[in-house]
């Protein structure tokens, strides 16, 4: 099949499975497409195995090996994703959770990372390096389809600006950790020779350029399409202008070798905040919420039916089953860690409400990154192991705790959340 008719398909299936979870499941849109997905695909393969000479499983796995879903999320749908989340996150409310944010999404991605791969490595005899990739694959949080959950719940905006800025960031974090440890775990031996200490040089510098590149990158070319549209007043053409701002700075972060992650997220924020100050009329800025939210609601149907069907990439064996369940517990254990480590720091100088580190913990859903990069990894023996742990635990993320979290967030969260932040 051809790149039309495959993403024809998915649109198809995507319109058809919410159809289904509409009427008859009533579940969140994008947790009920996945849960629509997977049910027909455990039951595809179901079939194959019971019923002779049902040959569908075969035709289907064959379709799915068609669609790169790794290049698919990393180098098309995450851009445009980031930079609708980021364009609807107001940079006024998110100053003022910077310490929070900042911290979970740096000191908290590396605890996570580095609890994950530790109990990992122990569990399984992976060797450490490569279970800190794993341990990197799976810190991500993905809370777009938990995000309209948690405000029915009717939570305070510094809790819901919380996990949609350390949402946004830690993914461009992760994704750079995961490209550093990736260099270092799967390149033993292959080098450049300079021993360890120079890797972790290199490793060190990769960072760097990532991470502070993606960031003045983003900021750049936010800035230039501010000019731009505060000189015109067209809502199409703005509209498009954003769009570009999405697509080509997205490709010219990865043909500099920078974040494209981060520079997705910094422009968003940049033109979600300055576009209302000055560069969009008031119909502008209408017709670009409504487009950018339409796109991440089409880009999200997709995504969640791509994992949904992607068990078909899937290898799963009694092994891979209980290491996926023992990886399930390390990452709600590390996710716990990770969110709690920075709260109490900041406990001195500022209020938390009771209820913000068991919502955020169970609300830090893994999502479709997880999946591409485990998709991602060079061949190797352990391979089959990550991308079968690491779907165990975004479907028991999504379906699980997606669809609990409401709860636990009306039940904890209704107190007002203190915020002492000037």
Do not use: C
Not at 51 to 65: E, H, N, T, Y
Not at 336 to 358: E, Q, T
């Amino acid at each position: 099949m051809n790149l039309l008719q495959i993403t024809s398909l998915l649109i198809v299936l995507a319109g058809a499975f919410g159809a289904v979870n509409y009427l008859f499941l009533k579940l969140p849109a994008a947790i009920g497409i996945l849960a629509v997905a997977l049910a027909a695909s455990l039951a595809t393969m179901a079939l194959d195995a019971v019923v002779p000479g049902f040959a569908i499983d075969d035709q289907l796995r064959l379709l799915v090996s068609e669609i790169d879903f790794s290049q698919a999320l990393l180098e098309g749908m995450l851009g445009l994703l980031l930079f609708a989340g980021a364009l609807h996150v107001k940079l006024e409310d998110l100053a003022g959770q910077w310490r929070v944010v900042a911290l979970m999404a740096t000191i908290g991605v590396g605890l996570s990372t580095v609890i994950i791969g530790t109990g990992f490595s122990w569990l399984t005899g992976m060797p450490f390096l490569v279970a800190l990739v794993f341990g990197v694959i799976v810190t991500p949080t993905d809370p777009v389809a938990v995000l309209g959950v948690l405000r029915a719940a009717r939570l305070s905006r510094s809790l819901e600006t919380k996990i949609a800025g350390e949402s946004l960031f830690n993914d461009g974090v992760g994704y750079v950790v995961f490209l550093v440890l990736v260099g270092l775990a799967f390149a033993q031996g292959g080098g450049h020779g300079g021993g360890a200490e120079a890797d972790l040089a290199d490793a060190a510098l990769l960072f760097a350029q990532e991470a502070l590149g993606g960031a003045v990158l983003g900021t750049a070319l936010g800035w230039l399409t501010f000019r731009v549209m505060r000189r015109i007043d067209d809502p199409s053409l703005e509209v498009l202008l954003t769009l570009g701002l999405a697509f080509g700075g997205y490709e010219l972060a990865i043909a500099l070798h920078v974040s494209a992650p981060i520079m997705a997220v910094v422009a968003g924020l940049l033109i979600g905040h300055t576009g209302p100050k000055g560069g969009m009329s008031v119909a502008t800025r209408a017709h670009v919420d409504s487009f950018w939210s339409l796109i991440d609601e089409i880009l999200n149907a997709v995504l969640f039916l791509l994992i949904g069907i992607e068990v078909f990439a899937v290898v799963f064996s009694e092994g891979i089953l209980l290491a996926g369940a023992a990886a399930i517990v390390l990452a709600l254990v590390a996710r716990f860690v990770a969110v709690a480590l920075p709260i109490y720091a900041l406990s001195p100088f500022r209020g938390f409400s009771p209820g913000v580190i068991p919502i955020m913990t169970w609300g830090g859903l893994k999502g479709g990154i997880s999946v591409a990069l485990a998709l991602s990894l060079p061949d190797s023996e352990w391979k089959p192991l990550i991308l079968g742990a690491t779907y165990m635990i975004v479907v028991f993320s999504i379906i699980v705790q997606g669809l609990t979290v409401g709860n636990l967030a009306r039940h904890l969260g209704r107190e007002p959340e203190l915020d002492l932040d000037p």
